[in-house]
């Protein structure tokens, strides 16, 4: 059973940046999700295995960029211009699907999750 590792969170200024990791070996597509209380676990974005195709929520297409290293296991969030909107727990998962799919229930393994708080 692969484990997921994230790190990276913290708190921010708007019009800031951060870059979350998550440690995950195995050859898996990767999404990123993120969640408020209150409110359903929504898709940021997500990269296949290969790196080649990837997918953004229509809020994070040109703020945020998500890749991968496959030579270290990890894959990455890299969030940039951030709003107080933003703030939440994030959420790597990894999925059997060779495309990236939006929906959470599509993700079997779970990282432990990261707050970003974005102040204003």
């Known amino acids: 059973q692969v484990q997921l590792v994230e790190s990276g969170g913290g708190l921010v200024q708007a019009g800031g940046s951060l870059r979350l990791s998550c440690a995950a070996s195995?050859?898996?597509?990767m999404g990123w999700f993120r969640q408020v209380p209150g409110k359903e676990r929504e898709f940021v974005g997500g990269?296949?295995?290969?790196?080649?195709?990837?997918d953004y929520a229509d809020f994070a297409k040109g703020r945020f960029t998500i890749s991968r290293d496959n030579a270290k296991n990890t894959g990455y969030l890299q969030m940039n211009m951030l709003k107080p909107e933003d703030t939440a727990v994030y959420y790597c998962a990894v999925s059997a699907y060779l495309h990236v799919e939006r929906h959470f229930s599509a993700y079997n393994v779970w990282g432990q999750g990261t707050q970003v708080t974005v102040s204003s």
């Open positions: 195995g050859r898996y597509t």
């Open positions: 990269i296949s295995w290969s790196g080649r195709s990837t």
